[in-house]
């Protein structure tokens, strides 16, 4: 038996221990066989992990539940071996999420039981290597005292916290403090970060005051690391685990507490079945196992701001928060680089600090354009744009096709092509003939696509003298380097039209973070250059008025019913077709309707990506999981007739993107 499933039996001193039968999860992904099997095995408890026959193959799978006897004219087949186990509230916690999201019980135990087989016998140390774990804590502010004191007095009840602050006001340590008291407790935590690889100074922190107590768990590691890190904790080696979303399925030992940094960011929410988001799993878990929840953000989402209770801490240590100036660049000659951005990266590559500049847009130009017949060149499998690039290529940043320039329209056969927009590879192009005394970095998709390439990057900016990082919005995302007096949107607002309830939120949030960046340790300027001045949510952010925002936002959504007052269920269809899938969601819509009575929008088309048809409804309701459920069994009834016509459907339970 692994280590892991060693460690685990922790969790079995109480679980009954009665007869030979078992209800078992094969981890197989046909929703046709999303049911229990019942095998015969001994030894065996709920969350035992299982090798079991399963037609001509074998497969692993979760003991769900003991029995004392099997279904009536049923004959288990023995299990062939018990390969290692998990807490049965993972097993309770997978069910929920299979049944909240509309997925299939074994999909969502594939999540909490990882294959662990063939562990390494040696620790990894270069994927979680410890430093002294002496840090000295620091004096705290009274904001944080009140919030540690409200939080460690949770510990006996539970409970659900958001702590709301600006960047820099110490939420980090309000996390490490929460920890600490856990652990004094002996219980263990949790800290959920939303991408490990950029807030590597995280994971740093926590090492420094808990040392190897101190598990950190990404996607940047190897099959046998995550085992090993996953062995340790099981065994209580590891008590605080910091990770991305996944990690909330970690095999904590007693846990106690959980904290959600940066609870606002969408990459919180999986892309794939089960499309769980890890905000509410957390919620759930913590529930279900009488711990505490911290939520942390300097830009909260309403949901957060309405339903939980605040733990404010009200200014930023050390330092004020950055004056921001608008630029309106309609107004200004200079793209992508204004004239007062100039100033301030001139300032910089006269030693006056470094610079972080936001482009939420890859490549060269956003488009090409003939200024002759109008034509824009684009993806013949997606309804979009294709992007110039550095390489003389049109790329779609969809499906990946790619096509080469030329000097001439292949329609009017004119020389007069243009250049639209901007995107990260012109913007390096103009810093380096404009300020070449600077070290650029470039963070986007391309640049970061090698593994460790986040952490090198960053490193090698925080280590650099007069240096701009500049990159799509993960630049934005938790940083926090010293030196850096200036933060720069070249382009904002570019998202405040698209057809989504968020689009206000996700501008606000991302200006409001970036800006965050700055005058951390130096007096800091932040610039945001738009050619939409006026809008509220830019106004806001030049302010930094996040409670003034976010009230207005939940009074918004309030009158028109969006979340937080409401769930949303969204019902994707995709064909090759271009008329089947809003025809088959209009039979769809009548059937829901009549099983839920939730409140439906649409069906209403999308833009074509990949060569296939879109169409989607999104339903407003306050039981998710009644519609979720009713969706399943509607999708599997139609499934024949689904594959017939080749039609993909996608059930997403409280998406963040519409």
């Known amino acids: 038996m692994s280590a892991l499933a060693s460690g685990a039996r922790a969790w079995h001193r109480y679980a009954p221990r009665v007869g030979q039968y078992a209800s078992v999860y094969p981890l197989v992904t046909t929703r046709e066989l999303a049911r229990p099997f019942t095998y015969l095995g001994d030894g065996l408890e709920k969350g035992s992990v299982v090798r079991v026959p399963f037609g001509r193959t074998r497969r692993r799978g979760i003991v769900a539940e003991l029995l004392d006897a099997p279904p009536e004219g049923v004959t288990p087949v023995s299990v062939d071996d018990v390969v290692g186990a998990i807490p049965p509230s993972l097993v309770d ?71 709301a602050g600006p960047t820099g006001s110490g939420k980090t340590e309000v996390y490490l403090r929460a920890c600490a008291a856990a652990l004094e407790r002996g219980k263990g935590a949790i800290v959920l970060v939303p991408e490990i690889a950029l807030t590597p100074q995280t994971a740093n922190r926590f090492r ?49 507490l959980v904290c959600v940094d940066e ?89 006056e600090g470094k610079a972080i500049l936001l482009l939420n847009r890859r490549g060269y130009a956003s488009a090409l354009h003939c200024r002759a017949c109008g034509r824009i060149w684009r993806c013949l499998a997606c309804d979009v744009a294709l992007v110039l690039h550095n390489d003389r290529a049109l790329h779609c940043h969809h499906c990946g096709y790619s096509e080469r320039t030329s000097d001439t329209c292949p329609d009017c ?91 206000d939120e996700r501008t606000f949030q991302l200006l409001t973070q970036l800006a965050g960046r700055s005058g951390r340790d130096r007096p800091g300027r932040v610039l945001i250059q738009t050619f939409e001045p006026d809008a509220p949510p830019i106004l806001m952010a030049a302010h930094h008025a996040v409670e003034e925002f976010v009230q207005a936002e939940v009074a918004r959504r309030r009158e028109l019913r969006y979340p937080p007052f409401c769930h949303l269920v969204r019902i994707l269809l995709s064909a090759p077709e271009r008329d089947a899938p809003v025809a088959a969601l209009g039979e769809i819509r009548d059937a829901l309707a009549e099983a839920t009575g939730a409140t439906i929008l649409g069906p209403a088309s999308l833009l074509r990506l990949r060569g296939r048809y879109r169409a989607q409804i999104v339903l407003k309701t306050d039981e998710p999981r009644t519609v979720a459920r009713a969706a399943r069994q509607l999708l599997a009834a139609t499934a024949p007739a689904f594959r017939r016509e080749d039609l993909k459907a996608v059930v997403d339970v409280d998406p963040q993107s519409l």
């Not at 909240?100 to 969502?108: D, H």
């Not at 996607?219 to 990770?243: E, K, N």
């Not at 192009?429 to 404009?434: G, H, I, P, Q, T």
């Open 93 to 163: 916690l997978a069910l929920w999420m299979a049944d909240y999201y509309g997925s299939t019980p074994a999909r969502a135990l594939a999540l909490v039981a990882p294959d662990e087989r063939k562990p390494r016998k040696k620790r990894v140390a270069e994927a979680n290597a410890p430093t002294p774990g002496d840090e000295r804590p620091p004096a705290l502010t009274k904001g944080q005292e009140a919030a540690v004191a409200r939080i460690e007095g949770a510990f006996d009840s539970g409970g659900a916290f958001l702590l």
């Open 208 to 256: 420094a005051r808990f040392g190897e107590r101190v598990a950190v768990l990404h996607s940047g590691l190897t099959d046998a690391q995550r085992r090993d890190v996953r062995a340790r904790i099981a065994a209580g080696d590891a008590t605080v685990v910091v990770g991305a979303r996944s990690a909330i399925f970690s095999p904590v030992v007693e846990l106690g």
């Open 263 to 351: 609870e606002h960011d969408s990459s919180y929410k999986h892309d794939s079945d089960p499309r769980y988001d890890a905000r509410s799993v957390a919620m759930k878990r913590v529930a279900a196992e009488g711990a505490v929840a911290v939520f942390g953000s300097a830009t909260p989402r309403p949901e957060a701001w309405e339903r939980l209770e605040r733990l404010p801490l009200d200014a930023r240590i050390g330092a004020p928060m950055p004056a921001v100036r608008i630029v309106d660049l309609r107004r200004e000659q200079g793209y992508p680089l204004s004239a007062p951005l100039l100033e301030g990266l001139e300032r910089c590559a006269q030693g």
């Open 413 to 503: 056969k004119s020389t007069e092509i243009a250049r639209l927009g901007a995107g990260t590879e012109r913007l390096e192009a103009e810093l380096a003939a404009r300020v070449p005394e600077l070290e650029l970095f470039r963070f986007d998709a391309e640049t970061t696509s090698e593994r460790d390439s986040h952490a090198d990057i960053l490193a090698r900016f925080g280590a650099a003298d007069r240096a701009v990082l500049f990159g799509t919005q993960m630049v934005a995302k938790g940083h926090h380097f010293a030196g850096v007096s200036l933060a720069a949107v070249v382009d904002a607002g570019t998202e405040l039209a698209a057809p989504d309830f968020r689009a």
